[in-house]
Each structure stands twice: as structure tokens, then as C-alpha cells.
């Protein structure tokens, strides 16, 4: 069996990745119903900070259910998102979001060293996700203050 592969433009590789975010955003059910793993190929990887790499739909099935229990809502502000294309099958976008984590709420910019500001380099190729690495502060509520001093004494509206 031959190797086919099907070529994408810049703008079918950001269509897949907004309908993942979307996704996300709606409890992980694409805009046609189907599940966000769908969007995966069977071998992808997902990196989340503090979880680790996720190999795979049955791995990456893991990472989003232990990451999305701790959240509540989350809404990714998509008319802010700054797109960066490298002319490949990787690219990354960068944006904010805001909703609520079990520990409380957030947004992004408040305050302006909170949670809500983040960054994903997407491989998509054949119209699947083959590699998504997620980099964000994890830390939604802003409660580790113990380990970071900077952020002692601040409070939420700095």
C-alpha cells in the first residue's frame, strides 16, 4: 500500500485547529457532534504543563478528562488570536482565554500576571492533529503564590 498524503493550505490547517479550541471550549464535541479526539490522528502526541505527553487517542482521551475536570467553563477569546505560520505542517497560535477553574475564576490580563495568556504549536497534517504542545500557566486561580515571591502581596487586581 502506497503512502498518500493530501495537501493543506495555511487556512485549512488553522480550520482544524479552531474547530479543536471550539471544541475544547464545548466540552470536548466538535461542531458536528462528533468527539474532539476525532480531530486527532490515532499516533498524535498533546503536551499539557504539568501533566506531561500524551501518546496517542487513548493517552490524549486521559490528559483532557484529568485537565477538564478541574475546569468549570472556558471560553478562548478567538478574535484576539495572533496565527503563525513557518510555510510547514507546524504552526502556532497565541491567545487568551477566560472561564472558571475549580479553584476560582480567571481571565486573561486580570490581573496582568494571571493565568489566561497561552500558546499552541499545532503539526496538522491530512487534515488530523499529529501534534499539539500546549504552553500555558496551569495555574488558573493564581494560588501558588508559596513557590513564586514576586507574587506575594499582590493581589488580583495588579
Not at 1 to 16: F, G, H, I, Y
Not at 75 to 102: K, M, P, Q, V
Request: aromatic content about 14%.
Amino acid at each position: 500500500m502506497a503512502l498518500t498524503r493530501q495537501t493543506m493550505t495555511d487556512e485549512q490547517r488553522k480550520s482544524v485547529a479552531l474547530e479543536y479550541l471550539k471544541a475544547y471550549d464545548n466540552g470536548g464535541v466538535t461542531s458536528t457532534g462528533g468527539s474532539i479526539l476525532d480531530l486527532f490522528a490515532s499516533d498524535a502526541q498533546v503536551y499539557f504543563p504539568k501533566w506531561g505527553l500524551a501518546n496517542g487517542k487513548d493517552e490524549i482521551g486521559k490528559l483532557f478528562g484529568e485537565v477538564g475536570s478541574r475546569g468549570k467553563s472556558i471560553r478562548h477569546d478567538y478574535a484576539g488570536f495572533n496565527w503563525i505560520f513557518t510555510g510547514t505542517d507546524l504552526f502556532a497560535c497565541e491567545g487568551t482565554s477566560h472561564g472558571e477553574h475549580a479553584d476560582g475564576p480567571w481571565r486573561a490580563g486580570v490581573p496582568e500576571w494571571g493565568a489566561g495568556r497561552w500558546c499552541d504549536v499545532f503539526e496538522v497534517r491530512d487534515f488530523l492533529i499529529q501534534r499539539c504542545f500546549i504552553y500555558l500557566d496551569p495555574d488558573y486561580a493564581g494560588k501558588d503564590t508559596a513557590r513564586y515571591p514576586w507574587l506575594a502581596g499582590r493581589g488580583t487586581d495588579n
